[in-house]
């Protein structure tokens, strides 16, 4: 529907509720969800905020194709300060949430202040209101999701919230929607959680209205529709393997982090694989693997449902866990397992369950885990400390401390803090793998060298889903590249960082990048949305939110200094595999970069550059 | 020449039953055997065969019929797929 040109804006310190006019100014400029509430929290927020005070705001936005017909549109994105990284923070969620803010007639929320006591937002259409939430807080996202649906007597009532991890302050704590999936990265549930903010529950009744052109949307959405579907990526590899059928290719390939990047190649790689799931258990007979989902609108579908073996020893006596539930994706599947060298699917999948149902980011819990591991290895950290023998590889460690971690018990305590701050408190800061304090996703960098650009320069911190050069490097996608040279790897990231800022501007997956290019985008945005968006128009828009995230960064305190990897990946080289021997070049592409984006050496936008792209 | 072939994702189903738990195969080939001849011999949909690496390095199509395989290397192949 285009944008629905209204804003709601929430002041939690007051308790009110007000409507304002999108400004759509800048909505021509920065599009809609990523860009153009980034806008929005630029222009409204001093860059040095502490994320976790009140002074630090909260966006939830929707794009214009979000609730459309257009494929996969159902996505809103958070922006906020992330507590993890205390850069500007942009995570992403499927679902059905976004969809229905759309349907209640927002384009985005705004949230400012913090609430004198726990509240959580209830959206009818245009009624909004602040409400008690004093009987949700210190329940699960899973909870919290079933009881607001019983008190509003409304089973299509839209939810997100926080668990026990945003309350607790685990520096890495997630918004979850429809019980699992989640605007993961960065902690934005931590600042929500500050904000004593609970949950957003949604019901929207106004359905789709207010594009610009229904005829010429509905033929751009068709044959976008039709792309998706001729293209084998799209139409037959996500839905039957999902996203976990990377874990054997990226293992094969020498890129898969293992025992916090000790290794790059995991042992065990199979075991936790996309193929690992279809298989039948010896235990039950049963597979892991119930069925693929789609997220609102989505024609690929590449989400998992799974149910557990209900005799495996994390859910013994547990029948709460023994449903039909969310996982395991990629990211996660490595980040609970080939990171600490876990190798059990079923404990993966509990931990997996854990995360959703307490509200935290699988990627970085995994990877402190790892990070944990490695200190016990050293003897830095140890049993007593801990609470338990935590040796890589330990299933039962993996398992007990996804436990401890949302409810701030014991050394889950010290987990929640993330693997920067865990790492720096035992003295041995360059054991976090990471960037800007947010650790990395499953792509080790001395095997896919371009990702290690990446990682550098993502606005978020160490994040995969800002440039996936995966896509060129190691399936082809739209050319293949060589991922084990740094040459070309400079354009090649900055290509991926515009075009992705806009398909998460536009309320759209970045799955659908794997057939569509921003010319497949281009027609049903042109035809949603007034202002004429042509190709041109939306490769300025892309690189102008890029730049717009950096000047907010460097006006936060960050530096080229801050563009770098931790010392394993530029001096230990990898030991197996085609990388062998090789590792990261991110000296040699950084400058690269710098120049290609106009920036100078030490990261800053030029005055020209600015002046361009209309900053 | 001993090779190992890994068949992953729908592919796999092209693997002997018992082959399929591990996703690997080994295989005593003439020496010089290329990826192509694999492909032929063991019947796999060309169209199918997306990603296919020997050690882990990706194998351009064009080169498929003439890199010679060597005693020891890991043959693996995909089709199209994609994850993040
Ligand atoms: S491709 Fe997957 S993550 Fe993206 S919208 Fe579809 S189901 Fe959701």
Redesign the pocket.
């Known amino acids: 529907m285009g944008w629905t040109k209204k804003v709601l804006r929430v002041d939690l310190s007051k308790g009110t509720c007000k409507s304002e006019p999108l400004n759509m100014k800048w909505a021509q400029e920065y599009l809609g969800q990523r860009g153009l509430a980034t806008k929005y929290f630029v222009e409204e927020v001093d860059p040095k905020v502490d994320p976790l005070s009140p002074a630090n705001k909260m966006i939830m936005a929707t794009g214009p194709l979000t609730g459309t017909m257009a494929s996969?549109g159902?996505r809103y994105s958070v922006i906020t300060k992330g507590a993890l990284t205390g850069a500007i923070a942009c995570s992403n969620s499927?679902g059905y949430f976004g969809a229905e803010m759309k349907f209640a007639g927002w384009d985005m929320v705004i949230f400012e202040g913090k609430s004198p006591k726990p509240v959580y937002l209830a959206i009818e259409d245009d009624k909004a209101e602040l409400r008690d939430a004093a009987h949700l807080w210190g329940k699960t996202v899973w909870q919290t999701e079933e009881i607001i649906k019983k008190t509003h007597q409304d089973p299509q009532t839209r939810v997100c919230s926080i668990g026990r991890a945003g309350e607790n302050g685990v520096m890495y704590a997630c918004i979850v929607n429809d019980l699992h999936r989640a605007a993961g990265r960065s902690g934005v549930g931590t600042v929500m959680g500050s904000k004593n903010l609970k949950a957003v529950a949604i019901r929207g009744t106004k359905g789709a209205g207010g594009i610009k052109d229904g005829k010429a949307f509905m033929k751009a959405t068709v044959a976008a529709k039709k792309v998706l579907a001729e293209n084998a990526v799209t139409s037959q590899g996500?839905p039957t393997y999902g996203t976990q059928v990377l874990m054997n290719v990226i293992n094969e390939m020498g890129a898969l982090p293992t025992r916090n990047h000790r290794d790059v190649q995991f042992e065990d790689a199979r075991k936790i694989s996309g193929e690992a799931m279809h298989e039948k258990r010896p235990t039950d007979g049963k597979a892991q693997l119930v069925t693929n989902?789609?997220?609102f609108g989505?024609t690929?579908?590449?989400?998992r449902i799974s149910k557990m073996d209900e005799g495996h020893f994390s859910v013994v006596n547990k029948p709460e866990y023994w449903g039909a539930s969310g996982g395991l994706e990629y990211e996660a599947a490595w980040a609970l397992g080939a990171a600490n060298g876990v190798g059990d699917l079923e404990a993966l999948q509990y931990a997996n369950l854990i995360c959703n149902e307490d509200g935290y980011d699988p990627i970085t819990f995994g990877a402190t885990v790892g990070a944990a591991m490695e200190l016990y290895d050293l003897g830095i950290l140890t049993k007593e400390q801990i609470g338990m023998d935590a040796p890589f590889g330990s299933a039962e460690a993996l398992v007990k401390l996804s436990e401890m971690t949302a409810k701030g018990e014991g050394f889950g305590k010290e987990l929640g803090l993330g693997s920067a701050r865990l790492c720096a408190k035992y003295g041995k800061p360059e054991l976090s793998m990471g960037v800007k304090k947010q650790e990395f996703p499953a792509y080790d960098s001395r095997g896919i060298q371009g990702m290690g650009l990446a990682y550098a320069t993502s606005n978020r911190g160490a994040c995969h889903l800002r440039g996936y050069t995966v896509a060129s490097e190691v399936l082809g996608i739209p050319v293949k590249t060589d991922p084990l040279v740094t040459e070309g790897k400079a354009d090649l990231v900055k290509a991926f960082q515009d075009a992705t800022s806009v398909f998460d501007s536009a309320g759209v997956?970045v799955?659908t990048t794997f057939a569509w290019t921003l010319a497949d985008l281009q027609p049903q945005l042109d035809a949603a949305c007034e202002g004429g968006w042509s190709m041109e128009k939306l490769a300025l828009v892309g690189e102008r939110i890029w730049n717009m995230e950096r000047v907010f960064n460097n006006a936060a305190g960050f530096t080229a200094k801050d563009d770098d990897l931790p010392p394993r990946l530029k001096t230990e080289a990898a030991k197996t595999g085609p990388a062998k021997g090789k590792v990261n070049g991110i000296d040699v592409m950084r400058p690269e970069y710098y120049k290609a984006r106009g920036w100078d050496e030490k990261g800053v936008p030029s005055k020209d550059t600015l002046k361009r792209l209309g900053l | 020449m001993k090779v190992t072939l890994k068949l992953y994702a729908t592919l796999s189903d092209h693997l002997p039953t018992q082959a399929r738990k591990t996703n690997a195969v080994e295989l005593d080939l003439p020496a010089g055997t290329s990826p192509a001849q694999v492909i032929e011999t063991w019947s796999l949909p060309i169209k199918l065969c997306h990603l296919v690496l020997v050690d882990g390095v990706f194998v351009p199509p064009a080169e498929r019929a003439t890199r010679a395989l060597a005693e020891g290397e890991v043959l693996a192949i995909w089709p199209p797929i994609a994850g993040g």
């Open positions: 996969t159902g499927g996500l989902a789609a997220c989505c690929i579908a590449c989400g997956c799955f």
